[in-house]
Structure formats: C-alpha cells, structure tokens
C-alpha cells in the first residue's frame, strides 16, 4: 500500500514539473534562466506543499528578485511570452494560488480548463495583455477568493456563472474591452467587499440583487455605458465607504438616501445625466473626503444640510445649473 502511495506521489509530482516546465518553455529572460533542475520546488515564483511536494502556488510579479541569491537580477521577459496558461497548466490540480501579474508583454487567452482548478483561491493575471473572454463557467471556482483580470484587453461580457463565486471577496475587471450587462445574479456573490469594473464597455442598470451585497465597502462601476437610475438600496448598504459611478449614462434623480449613508468617505457621481435637486438629506455624521456631483444636469439650491456634514474634503459641483 506503502509502494502504491509513494509511486501515485512520484506520478502527481512528475506530472506539476511537466506543466510548470511548459511554461518556462514559453518564455525567455531571468525566469528562464532561474527555473533550471528538476526539482521545480525550488524555482523562484513557485511554492509547493512541504508534505506532498506539489506545486500550490505560483506567484511571478513583474520586477520581483527570483531569488535571495540574485537580488540583483530583477525578473523580466525578453521577448513577447504567448499562451500565458496552457492546458497544461491545468495539470496543477493542488494550485492555490496563480498570480502572474505587471509584465505587460504577456499574450494569449485564459484556457476554459483553468476552471478545472478546484483548489483555486487566488488568480491574478492583472497588467498584461491578456485577450479573449472570461470562461463561461469561471462560477466552477468556488473557492475563489481573489479574481483580479484588470489592465488587460479581454473581450465579451461578464459570465452570469460569477454568481457562482460564492467565496469571492475582491472582483477587480477594470480597464478591459468587457461589454453587455452585469449579470442579473451578481448580488448573489454574498461575500463580495470589492467590486471594481471600471473602464469598460459594460452597459444596461445595476442589477437590483446588488442590494443584498451587504459587505459591499468598495462599488466602481465608472467609465462604463450604465444607463437607469441610481437604485434607492445603495444608500441602504451598510459598509459601502467609496463609490464611483463617474462617466456613465446614469439618469434620474440621486437618491435622498445615499447621502443619507453615514459610511460614505468617496461619492463620485459626476458625468452622467442625474437631473433634479440635491436631496437635503446630509447631517453632522456625514464625513467625507471627496464628493463629486459635476457635470450633471441637476437644479435648485445646493442644499443646506450640506454645510453641517462633520468633515468635507474635496467638493465638485462645477457643470450643473444651480442657482446663484
């Protein structure tokens, strides 16, 4: 039983080397040169179980030392690296952990079998140029913890399987080519406390089950096409601190419960198309560090309340039509 188990060891180890050795053939520069040998739990970027020896996480940041002994050496590419994760990659089934972020050279898609990594917790591929669409069933990773994809040029719409993330606490998709609707579930992702999709193409209103993501403490839905009205439950949200609506084609009136929301420090509202008056709902509990309403289309006078909020740091109401 003994010899059964230490032979399906060696094979599980065998197989993390053959997939961490596809990708140190794919590319070039220090990590190249720093992943040499055969025992892969000794390469730089790569932790593997003290136990078990398999591979359980991978974490290379553009600009990190590969090792202690090469301080000196700082990480880098020299060439163009292609088909970030092959299929092979997908071998690592004990992964934790995939971070491979900043190196602004790398290409290729995400491979639908990276949604076969049960284990997975943390995947960050934020700041290269990452292409094609999310999996569809990127809602498998259940374990999901961490899903970073920002800064890079990834196309389609958001899957409706992220309701499935239900362990997710940071959704960062910012700055891609991502269109459609927010899924109509996303309020399903119950341990959501950052939610960060700015700087897409994203359209339609936010989905009303939003409301029920009641440790929401960080909403960035800016520089997108969101259209509808400010839904009356963000001001209900009871940890939300920033939000960011700005550049979008929001309309309607601003809710009087927002800022009746004593949590809120960063409220950025500006350009869209929000008419009507400032509702006169602030008070001396009200602390903000920056509150931004410009280039709009609201009226009337700006309100009296706003004078007793406890601390007001950076006010913009420039663009608006309120009365001298």
Not at 24 to 33: E, F, L, N, Q, Y
Not at 272 to 293: K, R
């Amino acid at each position: 039983m003994l010899v059964v188990t230490s032979m399906h060891a060696n094979a599980s180890q065998s197989t993390d080397l053959a997939a961490v050795s596809s990708i140190r053939d794919a590319m070039s520069g220090s990590i190249a040169t720093a992943w040499t040998g055969t025992d892969c739990c000794t390469w730089p970027g790569i932790v593997c179980h003290p136990e078990t020896l398999r591979v359980t996480d991978i974490v290379l940041r553009a600009g990190d030392s590969p090792s202690s002994d090469l301080q000196s050496e700082k990480l880098d590419l020299t060439v163009d690296w292609t088909g970030l994760i092959s299929d092979s990659l997908c071998q690592l089934d004990q992964l934790n952990t995939l971070i491979v972020t900043d190196w602004n050279r790398i290409s290729g898609g995400i491979p639908s079998c990276i949604t076969s990594l049960s284990r997975l917790r943390i995947l960050d591929l934020s700041g290269n140029k990452i292409s094609g669409e999310i999996p569809a069933d990127i809602g498998k990773l259940s374990q999901l913890v961490v899903l970073n994809l920002a800064d890079n040029e990834i196309t389609g719409s958001i899957p409706p399987s992220v309701a499935g993330l239900s362990n997710l606490k940071l959704l960062d998709l910012s700055n891609n080519k991502l269109s459609g609707e927010i899924p109509s579930e996303f309020g399903k992702m119950s341990m959501l406390s950052r939610a960060i999709l700015s700087g897409n193409e994203l359209s339609g209103s936010i989905p009303d089950s939003c409301a029920g993501l009641s440790r929401m403490a960080d909403l960035d839905l800016s520089v997108n096409q969101i259209s509808g009205s400010i839904p009356d439950w963000i001001g209900a949200m009871p940890v939300l601190s920033c939000l960011n609506l700005n550049s979008n084609q929001l309309s309607g009136e601003i809710p009087a419960s927002l800022f009746g929301n004593k949590g809120l420090s960063h409220v950025d509202l500006s350009r869209n198309s929000l008419e009507g008056t400032v509702p006169d709902s602030f008070s001396a509990e009200n602390y903000y560090l920056s509150l931004n309403l410009s280039y709009n289309k609201l009226s009337g006078e700006i309100p009296k309340s706003m004078q007793s909020v406890k601390y007001m740091g950076a006010l913009d109401l420039e663009g608006n039509n309120f009365d001298a």
